[in-house]
Nanobody
Framework: QVHLVESGGRLVQAGGSLRLSCAVS????????MAWFRQIGGKEREFVAA????????IYSDSARDRFTISKDYANDTLYLQMDNLKPEDTAIYYC?????????????????WGQGTQVTVSS
């Protein structure tokens, strides 16, 4: 069993930065893929970024590329999402997710474990 706990979400002004953290109860090197998703209102969860096993591949959505950076701290079993130049449309609940099975890294249904989410609000 893997437990994920996100933190770092808060209210920030447009153009500002935030770093989200996801504490993992299992050694991050043992989990093939980890990712950040976000959910805006009642919409489906939207892929933001993925960090595959050992960092061999890092993938971003079009909206996150060039502004967000996903990284892993293997020593502290933590996944991060550094978000810069935030925009009001980035306002959402951000979720950390992990999967042990194969499947698309950008589709929520392939992820086995989810955190409780952390709210990010960007004011204009």
């Amino acid at each position: 069993q893997v437990h994920l706990v996100e933190s770092g979400g808060r209210l920030v002004q447009a153009g500002g930065s935030l770093r989200l953290s996801c504490a993992v109860s299992q050694r991050t090197g043992d989990i093939p893929d980890m990712a950040w998703f976000r959910q805006i209102g009642g919409k489906e969860r939207e892929f933001v970024a993925a960090h595959t096993r050992n960092g061999n591949s890092i993938i971003y959505s079009d909206s996150a590329r060039d502004r967000f950076t996903i990284s892993k701290d293997y020593a502290n079993d933590t996944l991060y999402l550094q978000m810069d130049n935030l925009k009001p449309e980035d306002t959402a609940i951000y979720y950390c997710a992990a999967k042990e099975r194969s499947g698309s890294w950008s589709m929520p249904k392939y992820y086995d474990y989810w955190g409780q989410g952390t709210q990010v609000t960007v004011s204009s």
